[in-house]
């Protein structure tokens, strides 16, 4: 990586020739946001341009490196880069984002105005986890309500009562979140099975990664 610069080389592009006839190298640079530039070479290694132009934006904005720029390059990342750690269950799974968020001004614009506030620790979330990143399906939350919608996730449904987590029911019942696991699915102990108890179990929220309809109880 150059000097002082948040670019790195990706690869050669056509040359820009200048009214005076005069060619000057250019290239692809990816950029450390997740984004890429394409720019003068010269440019780059003299320190002129040191970042795409999504990083310039959030910098003129006094974004660059708050919370929710972070946020969109993270997004970007979990769906675009196959190193990131948590690329198998975005990017690896086919989840992408809308087109227009490959630039962080229209993406900050749409968090200002749907629910983003930098005074409280909120996350970007997918309200159905087997769509993209899109206007219409995204929101933000807190973490804890954020963990009740993994593709993981279950309901948990105690004597009729419907919980979000296995947290929820527990702390609402005050007892542990292992009782709650036995209570709603029963429990293997060597060769028997002891079934889940009446009006107790747990039901995936997500099947084949494709989102349930919200259970009902008889």
């Given at each position: ?5 948040r ?6 592009l056509q ?17 450390d ?5 394409e ?18 934006i ?15 390059r993270?997004?970007?990342?979990r ?15 086919g989840?992408?984002?809308?087109t227009?968020w ?22 970007l979330?997918r309200e ?6 899109t ?10 309500k954020n ?9 948990w ?8 987590s296995?947290?929820d ?7 542990s ?6 209570w709603c699915d ?8 002891y079934?889940p ?20 109880v008889t």
């Amino acid at each position: 990586m150059y000097k002082q610069s948040r670019l790195k080389f990706n690869k050669n592009l056509q040359d820009h020739i200048q009214p005076s006839g005069q060619s000057k190298r250019r290239a692809l640079f990816d950029c450390d946001c997740g984004g890429q530039h394409e720019s003068l070479i010269y440019s780059v290694k003299s320190g002129i341009t040191l970042q795409c132009n999504d990083c310039h934006i959030a910098t003129t904005h006094g974004m660059y490196e708050s919370p929710l720029y972070d946020v969109w390059r993270n997004m970007k990342q979990r769906c675009d880069n196959p190193k990131h750690p948590k690329y198998y269950d975005y990017g690896g799974r086919g989840i992408t984002y809308i087109t227009e968020w490959k630039r962080f001004e229209p993406f900050m614009k749409w968090s200002m105005d749907n629910g983003w506030n930098p005074n409280k620790v909120l996350e970007l979330d997918r309200e159905d986890n087997s769509l993209n990143y899109t206007p219409d399906n995204c929101r933000y939350i807190t973490p804890k309500k954020n963990c009740q919608n993994q593709y993981k996730s279950k309901w948990w449904i105690v004597d009729g009562v419907i919980f979000e987590s296995k947290t929820d029911a527990a702390d609402s019942l005050g007892i542990s979140h292992e009782t709650v696991r036995v209570w709603c699915d029963g429990l293997h102990k060597g060769d028997k099975f002891y079934p889940p108890r009446p009006n107790c179990k747990s039901v995936h929220k997500y099947i084949n990664e494709v989102k349930q309809p919200y259970p009902t109880v008889t």
